[in-house]
T-cell receptor
Framework: GAVVSQHPSWVICKSGTSVKIECRSL??????MFWYRQFPKQSLMLMAT?????????EQGVEKDKFLINHASLTLSTLTVTSAHPEDSSFYIC???????????FGPGTRLLVL | LAKTTQPISMDSYEGQEVNITCSHN???????ITWYQQFPSQGPRFIIQ???TKVTNEVASLFIPADRKSSTLSLPRVSLSDTAVYYC???????????FGTGTRLTIIP
């Protein structure tokens, strides 16, 4: 149990295009999901907290208009990188907070490369 | 959120027991200690969580002294596949924010 999936696992896009990444909790419901970004050889950095049915909460320095987050159901959150630029190239990881256990379970990550 | 301090890296031989210690001097009363493992290009994987004394599961053990200012993750008889980065996190159980430190890069030597 406690499986979180992400789609796509990797994506290459041209500068200026938008990319949508999906995060799904497959066998449990998650009212709260999180989005992280990880650059090579660095630790994970929290970007935003996604709550089902409400607006996401963004960490300081993260542009909410650039990284659009939608948490439409108890099992799905999406992150859209709008007008992507090469500096947005990174490894994006989501996690879902499992209720009762109150533990975050992470997805496998999505590697984004912007050319 | 309590800050954690871990060794940047560790090496160990296959078959050995590995102990990774994490310092969290400012841990709060309601805080739990959670360890994650991360392989390259993968999301972190939950290993173990505890509040005090000792917790054991099929993968690892977690030792927490009475003052809770530190904790030790113990991996029994490591293999090459245990080479990964291990993160120690401290926070109120169910707390929405996890602050990842630098983690400990564990390398298992054949």
């Amino acid at each position: 149990g406690a499986v979180v999936s992400q789609h796509p696992s990797w994506v290459i896009c041209k500068s200026g295009t938008s990319v949508k990444i999906e995060c799904r909790s497959l066998d449990f419901q998650a009212t709260t999901m999180f989005w992280y970004r990880q650059f090579p050889k660095q630790s994970l950095m929290l970007m935003a907290t996604s709550n089902e049915g409400s607006k996401a909460t963004y960490e300081q320095g993260v542009e909410k208009d650039k990284f659009l987050i939608n948490h439409a159901s108890l099992t799905l959150s999406t992150l859209t990188v709008t007008s992507a630029h090469p500096e947005d190239s990174s490894f994006y990881i989501c996690s879902a907070l499992r209720q009762n256990q109150e533990t975050q379970y992470f997805g496998p990550g999505t590697r984004l490369l912007v050319l | 959120l309590a800050k954690t301090t871990q060794p940047i890296s560790m090496d160990s031989y296959e078959g050995q027991e590995v102990n990774i210690t994490c310092s969290h001097n400012n841990i709060a009363t309601n805080d739990y200690i959670t360890w994650y493992q991360q392989f390259p290009s993968q999301g972190p994987r939950f290993i173990i969580q505890g509040y005090k004394t000792k917790v054991t599961n099929e993968v690892a053990s977690l030792f927490i002294p009475a003052d809770r200012k530190s904790s030790t993750l113990s991996l029994p008889r490591v293999s090459l596949s245990d080479t990964a980065v291990y993160y120690c996190l401290v926070g109120e159980r169910g707390n929405e924010k996890l602050t990842f430190g630098t983690g400990t890069r564990l390398t298992i030597i054949p």
